[in-house]
């Protein structure tokens, strides 16, 4: 976990800003603290390796030494980094499926990632966002994760940071993400021309803005160069075609991030503003420069959780750093696991305990619900959340997630993202809640224009067919991504011969094709 602290300096640093006054040749240097605090202080700072995070060194460590452990390589380094870092870092890359849960290995993911110079969360973004079709947008979001720099000027009195805080709520417009706050304003500061006079009120640094424009040109140019896009006529069109769906946008960022997810929790019925519990059971708030800062229940709507890039502990407190709030089927599509129990098979004191970690956030009484016997309970990670939803909902969220998990690692494997099919983007796209628009032709890849990612887009949850015998399988367990052997063939079976209805055959051949998870469930009843 990142502890941001305040320190003094070393003596090498002392020595290093004398300038030429005593390091070049002889001057008087004044050093404007005590000579007694001059002299306890260390004669250099603390290597990096000591104190950041190392799943991006881990990860190198594996391409290189892949038999060996990460905690034994490092060991022979000159600067030991505590173990629990070293198995924190190793513990991540293992949840984003970049190593194997058991022997340590690199996986395909693993070594995707691993040629990319960038964080691995980094690196999945950019993936993922190419399978589905938003680059454009999320390297402008991975270009703001990567800067150490905040793109606001920040206010230091007490009636500037209310007025700080009134500006991202107008800017955000209801959307509570950090992320896409940071896109929107980038967008607006390309389309005004790179105009120094349009900065928001004054509230953005400028610099900050054309080093994150720099930035993304290089991790743009980092997936064009890669064989990821071999195979297309027009790479970079393809990969950006759907960059005007928000909802996609914001999944692949949270698909990325994963598992960096908090719950919405609020300790008494009548609370207004929420608390955000972390998947490790630690609660958290956010900066007051987050656009999450200071909502309120009514303004957070259907958002049940919120996925975050960093979390610092501050004199203050934990915080959650760059969060994003998104709904609980979002969350459900990148769970590691997901089970799903009929509802009269579950305690009612589940949804009756508020105090309870599983118990929904949104209420439900099944004495007054007619349709109980068609409703069904996903629990997430083992039963850390519940959420509450039809069965034929609950079914689609499963097998949608599962044919996901399926082709992503195909397209990983084999290095190609035109593996991904578009017919699953847009089941994706129609689940989340923003459905595509249909009349796009996509075998044209018929690119969008990416300053013009803000437009409104139809509302409300997709549904689809009704799946039967269907057995979860807990992520990370795929030979596909968790073995090196080679990836298995697609194998297409005939639609007809699937045991579906008239009806659900319809509904599942226009909202997801004839995808190979079809297949799978076939095997499997």
Same mark, same amino acid.
């Given at each position: 976990?990142?502890?941001?602290?305040?320190?003094?300096?070393?003596?090498?640093?002392?020595?290093?800003?004398?300038?030429?006054?005593?390091?070049?040749?002889?001057?008087?240097?004044?050093?404007?603290?005590?000579?007694?605090?001059?002299?306890?202080?260390? #004669?250099?700072?603390?290597?990096?390796?000591?104190?950041?995070? +190392?799943?991006?060194?881990?990860?190198?460590?594996?391409?290189? /030494?892949?038999?060996?452990?990460?905690?034994?390589?490092?060991?022979?380094?000159?600067?030991?980094?505590? #173990?629990?870092?070293?198995?924190?870092?190793?513990?991540?890359? /293992?949840?984003?499926?970049?190593?194997?849960?058991?022997?340590?290995?690199?996986?395909?993911?693993?070594?995707?990632?691993?040629?990319?110079?960038?964080?691995?969360?980094?690196?999945?973004?950019?993936?993922?966002?190419?399978?589905?079709?938003?680059?454009?947008?999320?390297?402008?979001?991975?270009?703001?994760?990567?800067?150490?720099?905040?793109?606001?000027?920040?206010? #230091?009195?007490? /009636?500037?940071?209310? /007025?700080?805080?009134? @500006?991202?709520?107008?800017?955000?417009?209801?959307?509570?993400?950090?992320?896409?706050?940071?896109?929107?304003?980038?967008?607006?500061?390309?389309?005004?021309?790179?105009?120094?006079?349009?900065?928001?009120?004054?509230?953005?640094? #400028?610099?900050?803005?054309?080093?994150?424009?720099?930035?993304?040109?290089?991790?743009?140019?980092?997936? &064009?160069?890669?064989?990821?896009?071999?195979?297309?006529?027009?790479?970079?069109?393809?990969?950006?075609?759907?960059?005007?769906?928000?909802?996609?946008?914001? @999944?692949?960022?949270?698909?990325?991030? &994963?598992?960096?997810?908090?719950?919405?929790?609020?300790?008494?019925?009548?609370?207004?503003?929420?608390?955000?519990?972390?998947?490790?059971?630690?609660?958290?708030?956010?900066?007051?420069?987050?656009?999450?800062?200071?909502?309120?229940?009514?303004?957070?709507?259907?958002?049940?959780?919120?996925? %975050? @890039?960093?979390?610092?502990?501050?004199?203050?407190?934990?915080?959650?750093?760059?969060?994003?709030?998104?709904?609980?089927?979002?969350?459900? +599509?990148?769970?590691?696991?997901?089970?799903?129990?009929?509802?009269?098979?579950?305690?009612?004191?589940?949804?009756?305990?508020?105090?309870?970690?599983?118990?929904?956030?949104?209420?439900?009484?099944?004495?007054?619900?007619?349709?109980?016997?068609?409703?069904?309970?996903?629990?997430?990670?083992?039963?850390?959340?519940?959420?509450?939803?039809?069965?034929?909902?609950?079914?689609?969220?499963?097998?949608?997630?599962?044919?996901?998990? &399926?082709?992503?690692?195909?397209?990983?494997?084999?290095?190609?993202?035109?593996?991904?099919?578009?017919?699953?983007?847009?089941?994706?796209?129609?689940?989340?809640?923003?459905?595509?628009?249909?009349?796009?032709?996509?075998?044209?890849?018929?690119?969008?224009?990416?300053?013009?990612?803000?437009?409104?887009?139809?509302?409300?949850? !997709?549904? !689809?067919?009704?799946?039967?015998? %269907?057995?979860?399988?807990?992520?990370?367990?795929?030979?596909?991504?968790?073995?090196?052997?080679?990836?298995?063939?697609?194998?297409?079976?005939?639609?007809?011969?699937?045991?579906?209805?008239?009806?659900?055959?319809?509904?599942?051949?226009?909202?997801?094709?004839?995808?190979?998870?079809?297949?799978?469930?076939?095997?499997?009843?």
């Amino acid at each position: 976990m990142m502890h941001l602290s305040t320190s003094l300096i070393s003596k090498a640093n002392g020595r290093q800003r004398c300038g030429r006054a005593g390091r070049c040749r002889e001057g008087v240097c004044f050093h404007l603290l005590p000579r007694l605090t001059y002299e306890m202080l260390p #004669e250099f700072q603390t290597p990096d390796i000591l104190k950041a995070p +190392l799943e991006e060194v881990c990860l190198n460590l594996k391409a290189l /030494k892949p038999t060996e452990a990460c905690v034994d390589i490092l060991r022979r380094g000159m600067d030991v980094p505590l #173990e629990c870092s070293v198995s924190h870092a190793v513990t991540l890359l /293992k949840n984003i499926c970049a190593l194997t849960p058991d022997t340590e290995r690199l996986t395909y993911v693993g070594r995707s990632l691993s040629r990319l110079p960038l964080h691995p969360l980094l690196g999945r973004m950019l993936i993922v966002a190419s399978c589905l079709g938003v680059l454009d947008p999320i390297a402008t979001i991975a270009a703001f994760l990567s800067s150490k720099s905040t793109p606001f000027m920040l206010p #230091e009195d007490q /009636k500037g940071k209310e /007025k700080f805080i009134k @500006f991202i709520h107008s800017i955000d417009g209801g959307r509570c993400s950090d992320h896409l706050l940071t896109l929107k304003i980038f967008d607006a500061w390309k389309r005004s021309g790179v105009d120094a006079n349009y900065l928001c009120e004054g509230h953005v640094d #400028e610099s900050v803005l054309r080093s994150v424009s720099r930035t993304k040109s290089q991790l743009l140019h980092t997936v &064009y160069d890669s064989t990821l896009l071999q195979g297309l006529k027009n790479p970079t069109k393809y990969v950006s075609r759907n960059s005007k769906n928000i909802g996609l946008v914001r @999944f692949a960022a949270l698909w990325s991030c &994963y598992p960096k997810i908090a719950s919405l929790e609020y300790a008494k019925k009548g609370d207004v503003q929420p608390h955000f519990l972390c998947w490790d059971d630690k609660f958290c708030q956010t900066f007051y420069t987050s656009a999450l800062c200071k909502k309120r229940r009514k303004d957070l709507k259907d958002f049940a959780f919120v996925f %975050y @890039f960093e979390r610092m502990l501050t004199e203050a407190g934990l915080r959650l750093h760059d969060a994003t709030a998104v709904t609980p089927v979002e969350v459900a +599509l990148c769970l590691r696991e997901l089970t799903l129990q009929p509802i009269k098979k579950v305690s009612p004191d589940l949804f009756s305990n508020g105090k309870h970690r599983m118990t929904p956030l949104f209420p439900f009484t099944i004495l007054q619900d007619d349709r109980r016997r068609d409703m069904g309970v996903l629990f997430f990670d083992g039963g850390k959340k519940a959420f509450v939803t039809s069965m034929r909902v609950a079914k689609t969220i499963i097998n949608v997630r599962d044919c996901m998990d &399926y082709y992503l690692a195909l397209s990983i494997a084999k290095a190609r993202v035109v593996l991904f099919p578009d017919p699953l983007v847009r089941a994706i796209a129609h689940t989340v809640g923003h459905p595509l628009n249909d009349t796009t032709d996509c075998n044209h890849f018929i690119g969008s224009d990416p300053s013009n990612t803000w437009t409104d887009e139809c509302d409300g949850p !997709g549904e !689809g067919a009704t799946m039967t015998n %269907y057995n979860t399988v807990p992520r990370g367990t795929d030979s596909l991504s968790d073995s090196g052997e080679s990836a298995p063939e697609i194998e297409i079976i005939d639609f007809d011969s699937f045991p579906l209805s008239e009806e659900e055959r319809r509904v599942v051949h226009i909202a997801l094709g004839g995808l190979t998870f079809l297949d799978r469930c076939q095997s499997s009843s």
